[in-house]
Nanobody
Framework: VQLQASGGGLVQAGGSLRLSCAAS????????IGWFRQTPGKEREGVSC????????YYADSVKGRFTSTRDNAKNTVTLQMNSLKSDDTAVYYC??????????????????WGQGTQVTVSS
């Protein structure tokens, strides 16, 4: 299984970036694909999750209304469109494969494979 995250970069506050996660070596449509982010000294935070069962993704409260995730099972990709970026969004972003185990006002995902991460830096 391989997950390749791409699309990170440097952007000014208020700007946009689009991340992409390309997966291979798995039956893509059978798994949830999530985006996570981490900054030094902090725990990894779930950003969004697109399950294999639901037609819509779940988002962390911190990104709702600004980030949009889409899933293309034919291309084995999940994208994360990030708009109205803030300095607090600066982090290394990872995509991961696994199972969505809880979803309500927040989501929990059990992940077993992770991509290598892509740096997103938002300058204020």
């Amino acid at each position: 299984v391989q997950l390749q995250a791409s699309g990170g970069g440097l952007v000014q506050a208020g700007g946009s970036l689009r991340l992409s996660c390309a997966a291979s070596g798995l039956n893509f449509e059978d798994y949830a694909i999530g985006w996570f982010r981490q900054t030094p000294g902090k725990e990894r935070e779930g950003v969004s999750c697109f399950s294999d069962r639901d037609a819509w993704p779940y988002y962390a409260d911190s990104v709702k209304g600004r980030f949009t995730s889409t899933r293309d099972n034919a291309k084995n990709t999940v994208t994360l469109q990030m708009n109205s970026l803030k300095s607090d969004d600066t982090a290394v972003y990872y995509c991961a494969k696994g199972d969505l185990i809880y979803s309500s006002n927040y989501f929990l995902m059990a992940c077993d494979y992770w991509g290598q991460g892509t740096q997103v830096t938002v300058s204020s």
